[in-house]
């Protein structure tokens, strides 16, 4: 442990990639982001988790003097596809990851905010997938993800030049929801989070999962599950807590029951 630091208060894990000069995302860091995934998925201390970096950068992505010991090209597709489970495991976790990135994210750091959630930019943060300029591809799920938040023209475009977008542009393009400046980017980051926080953790797994289903699943399959996870919250005691807090015009408590 050390690559990540930890911070956790009122709801809120604060995941600081910790792994000077670049954050790169050498194995260490991986093996120890799964950890993490672990231990809070039934802390109920937690309730949404942002990720960002230590110093310059939010992550430079993999680990490219790690590349130079791989022995063969089936040990390449396998580290690129025990990233590719690890960033699926964010995007299907079920509590919200917010990515709040400053300095660059760059190759699989973009690739890691990609899978999160929901991202925050500073407007001169620099996002993008230079793998090309390495005779490499990207290789955690880049080339999949990134078309679905630019398009698949931008995309093609951002992979072909290695060129990064700006935090600026990021969200005029749909890629991150909203750029702050750098020295505001964690407080805001803490303060969207903190709304997650306070709503039901019941309500927003079921979100998540409804949101994710499109990936594998029918428009009809996803209305049915709607359907069935609407139901399936009838019952509990959040459910009960937020309509009676609305009939008695106070703030509901929500416990995740
Ligand atoms: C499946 C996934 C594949 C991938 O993710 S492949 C990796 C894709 N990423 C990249 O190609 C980014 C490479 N890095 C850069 O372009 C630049 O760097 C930066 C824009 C991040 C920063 O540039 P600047 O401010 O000029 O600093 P600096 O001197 O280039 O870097 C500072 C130190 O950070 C190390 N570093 C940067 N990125 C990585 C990385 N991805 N893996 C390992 N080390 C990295 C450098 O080597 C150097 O180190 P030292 O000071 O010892 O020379």
């Known amino acids: 442990m050390g690559l990540l630091k930890v911070n956790i208060s009122d709801f809120i894990a604060i995941v600081t990639i910790d792994n000077a000069p670049a954050n790169a995302l050498a194995s260490g860091v991986l093996k120890e982001l799964s950890n993490l995934l672990d231990e809070f998925e039934n802390n109920e201390a937690v309730r949404v988790i942002i990720l960002h970096g230590e110093g310059r950068f939010f992550s430079a992505g993999a680990d490219i003097k790690e590349f130079v010991q791989v022995p063969s090209g089936e040990e390449f597709a396998k580290l690129a596809s025990n990233g590719q489970d690890l960033f699926e495991r964010v995007e299907n976790y079920s509590k919200p990851v917010i990515a709040a990135i400053h300095g660059a994210a760059l190759g699989g750091g973009l690739e890691l905010a990609m899978s999160c959630h929901i991202r925050l930019v500073t407007n001169d943060a620099k996002l993008g997938l230079p793998e090309l300029q390495l005779g490499i591809i990207p290789g955690f799920g880049g080339t999949q993800r990134l078309p679905k938040y630019v398009g698949t023209g931008r995309a093609l475009e951002m992979m072909l030049t290695s060129e990064p977008i700006l935090g600026s542009e990021a969200v005029k393009l749909g890629l991150a929801n909203h750029a702050h400046p750098e020295e505001k980017l964690l407080e805001e980051t803490k ?32 209305m049915k599950k709607e359907a069935e996870l609407f139901g399936g919250l009838f019952g509990s005691n959040d459910a009960k807590e937020g309509i009676t807090a609305f009939i008695e015009k106070r703030k509901p408590n929500f416990t995740g029951k």
């Open 191 to 222: 303060a969207l989070a903190s709304k997650f926080a306070q709503k039901s953790p019941n309500s927003v797994k079921a979100v998540i999962e409804l949101l994710n289903i499109a990936k594998t699943e029918t428009y009809q399959n996803g």
